[in-house]
């Protein structure tokens, strides 16, 4: 489904992606883990074109889509859930998730009744302005608009950033689901124990490169290695 190989990133001379590669097999979650400042953002920026590789190859379902520009390659089928959720604030809720529609036609099209059903609580603000929701309901909003563009490949970049640790439970079965729908996912998260959970693969970025990768299990089981390259610690 996606294939990253040997990406080379900068944001004008600083050095930020320095050979990257990654691999995303269809209808599995695979997360990208790393503390702040580390790459993981403009991992996905490289992803969707707003931050194009200088070196390295960017490859969606076989093509190449390295040069490509963002709307292209959204309408190819990426859909994108970023970090601080950047919903429409003077929109509605409703609005906020028409406006992104696309690919109706699709057999078990994401369709604005099938996102309700799915966030029902988006159904009952569905006329609320963005800025009058919670920040767990401006999250589930984030994803249903990514969605209304069914996309075949969702990019989630550190969605639970900010939610109360029951909406990060929320937030774990919502992803679940997408996954066990078949939907293929790319999790940027720092939240290790929600992100291992869900996860078919891991990566480690560390100051742009990857510095470990293994199924979740393995890297769960190693604190020595968590606690050097996450924080995180028993």
Same mark, same amino acid.
């Given at each position: 489904m996606l294939q990253l190989i040997d990406v080379h990133t900068y944001y004008w001379e600083s050095y930020i992606l320095k050979g990257v590669s990654i691999d #995303?097999?269809?209808?599995? @979650?695979?997360t990208l883990l790393g503390r702040n400042g580390m790459g993981k %953002?403009?991992?996905? $920026?490289?992803? @969707?074109? +707003?931050?194009?590789? &200088? $070196?390295? *190859? =960017?490859?969606f379902k076989?093509?190449? @889509?390295? $040069? #490509?520009p963002p709307q292209k390659i959204a309408k190819m089928g990426i859909g994108l859930v970023p970090q601080g959720r950047h919903i429409f604030s003077s929109l509605s809720v409703e609005e906020n998730l028409t406006v992104s529609a696309r690919n109706m036609e699709k057999h078990e099209a994401w369709t604005l009744e099938r996102v309700y059903s799915f966030f029902p609580v988006l159904k009952q603000r569905a006329k609320f302005k963005g800025d009058l929701l919670s920040g767990g309901e401006q999250q589930m909003l984030a =994803?249903? &608009? *990514? +969605?209304? %563009?069914?996309?075949?490949? #969702? +990019?989630?970049?550190?969605?639970s950033e900010g939610l109360a640790p029951v909406m990060v439970l929320e937030l774990g079965q919502?992803?679940?689901? #997408?996954? *066990?729908?078949?939907l293929s996912i790319l999790l940027v998260e720092q939240n290790v124990s929600m992100a291992l959970s869900l996860a078919d693969y891991a990566y480690i970025l560390m100051r742009g490169e990857i510095v470990y990768q293994s199924r979740p299990r393995e890297l769960g089981e190693n604190e020595e290695l968590k606690n050097k390259y996450l924080g995180v610690a028993k």
């Open positions: #995303l097999e269809e209808g599995t @979650v695979v %953002t403009t991992t996905i $920026r490289s992803i @969707v074109g +707003l931050t194009p590789p &200088r $070196r390295g *190859a =960017i490859l076989g093509t190449d @889509v390295t $040069r #490509l =994803i249903g &608009r *990514a +969605l209304m %563009t069914n996309p075949e490949l #969702l +990019l989630m970049d550190e969605p919502i992803i679940g689901q #997408l996954k *066990a729908d078949g």
